[in-house]
């Protein structure tokens, strides 16, 4: 069942700095609802009364709700609006409603300032570049079609001056996240392998102190009764010598047995240099709690095409107790009527999860307030997760109900190697 994993490491998904843009972008709405909210009071007091009060009303009214609902369901629109950038041809749209009925004069005007702003954060230069040229020309459009007013002097300028610079600061934030979320992914991908190596290193040592604490002091103890048998037997009695001779044999007794507890997990462990089959061991590990409870638990890989690298037996050790002890809390605690653990490559993590579908967690829980009272399960899986460079994350999840339990460690800290360096790009390309 294990799978070579011959393939180089998978190229970082840059989810960090998508998830920056993404906030960065709904900003954008909120910061346009403030200016609308500021400016109408002033636009609509110095409009004439009448038809042209209603047009700015509509135009505002329009720009307003479609920004709200953007600014509100961001989750929803935000990542059709990056994956199909030319959408941002509708927000210029909008624009163009407030600069024809409220004027590029207008305090509403500086409203339009955001579209090449969004651009500028969601193409970069080109984007930028575009969209504000396309206010541009759409501010000298209006100044053209309207006789009153005045095209010329610096305060024409001003407004397509804006529109230049919020593009170049929405470029410059765009770098900026970019940067960081890189940055922020090489500290952590870092932080796994030393997690790792300490681990692996952490299980040398356990086996060297073991040696020391048990074989090592009785074969000393046992060289010692030795020695005195040896340089007293001619002046004892045969009772005596007796007795030594059963300390000699006990000695070694405990010795041996120590030897054979010390190879029996040496063998286990042996042939495991290359790493453990997490999949294997994670399906066998559902197929022994099914078989030992009422409840069914259903092991599922997250791909069949993506293969699941070698983990080092430390490391596998931590996930498989994550997992064993996530399925047995959630059978003592949550009466679920079924269980699924799931394990595989995503992006660039190696997940495994461990779904129920009972009672939950109560709201508010906190590690805390579980240590407080004395349930130290959940605890001790973050601690086992954060001894591995892992992260660990425990809620309902995007089910209606239930508790998922779901770990997450870096394919760079398996591998020891970092993943060539390449240029990060969001979903919408310059």
């Keep these: 069942m294990a799978r070579a994993h011959t393939d180089t490491p998978a190229a970082p998904a840059f989810a960090i700095q998508v998830n920056a843009l993404q906030a960065m972008c709904r900003q954008v709405f909120g910061f346009r609802l403030a200016m609308i909210a500021i400016a109408t009071p002033y636009a609509i007091a110095h409009t004439a009364p009448g038809l042209p009060t209603w047009f700015i009303g509509a135009a505002i009214l329009v720009t307003f709700m479609g920004s709200y609902v953007l600014f509100r369901d961001w989750e ?225 890989r997250l791909s069949e095409d993506i293969p699941v690298p070698p983990v080092p037996q430390a490391v596998a050790r931590q996930l498989l107790t994550v997992a064993s002890e996530a399925l047995e809390n959630a059978h003592r605690h949550a009466s679920p009527t079924y269980l699924v653990v799931l394990a595989g490559v995503k992006g660039d993590v190696l997940r495994v999860s461990v779904y129920d579908d009972g009672r939950g967690l109560p709201v508010g829980t906190t590690l805390e307030s579980l240590r407080r009272a004395g349930h130290f399960g959940l605890v001790g899986m973050v601690e086992r997760a954060a001894s591995i460079g892992a992260r660990i994350r425990i809620g309902r999840g995007r089910a209606e109900r239930g508790t998922e339990v779901r770990v997450e460690l870096p394919l760079a800290a398996l591998t020891g190697v970092p993943p060539p360096a390449r240029t990060p790009a969001p979903p919408a390309h310059d």
Excluded at 218 to 232: E, V, W, Y
Excluded at 242 to 267: I, K, M, N, Q
């Design 76 to 300: 929803r629109f935000g990542p059709v609006l990056l994956r199909h950038p030319w959408l941002l041809a509708v927000d210029a749209v909008f624009g163009s409603l407030l600069l024809i009925t409220a004027t590029p004069e207008s305090t509403l005007a500086y409203v339009t300032v955001c579209t090449p702003l969004l651009a500028g954060l969601v193409q970069g230069w080109r984007g930028a570049a575009v969209f504000a040229a396309l206010q541009v020309v759409i501010v000298f459009g209006v100044y053209a079609s309207v006789p009153k007013l005045e095209a010329g002097g610096a305060t024409a300028l001003l407004l397509p001056g804006f529109c230049v610079i919020a593009g170049a600061v929405g470029v410059a934030l765009r770098n900026l996240l970019l940067r960081f979320g890189t940055a922020t992914q090489a500290l952590t991908e870092t932080r796994a392998r030393l997690a790792v190596n300490e681990a692996v290193e952490g299980e040398r040592t356990r086996l060297a102190r073991e040696m020391h604490d048990s074989v090592a002091k009785t074969l000393h103890g046992l060289a010692l009764a030795a020695d005195g048998l040896a340089c007293s037997a001619d002046r004892m009695d045969p009772p005596t010598v007796r007795h030594h001779a059963e300390l000699v044999a006990r000695a070694a007794r405990r010795a041996a047995a120590e030897s054979r507890e010390l190879l029996t997990d040496l063998r286990r462990e042996q042939g495991l240099e290359g790493g453990v089959d997490l999949v294997a061991e994670l399906e066998a590990q559902a197929a022994d709690f099914t078989a030992r409870h009422p409840v069914g638990a259903t092991f599922r």
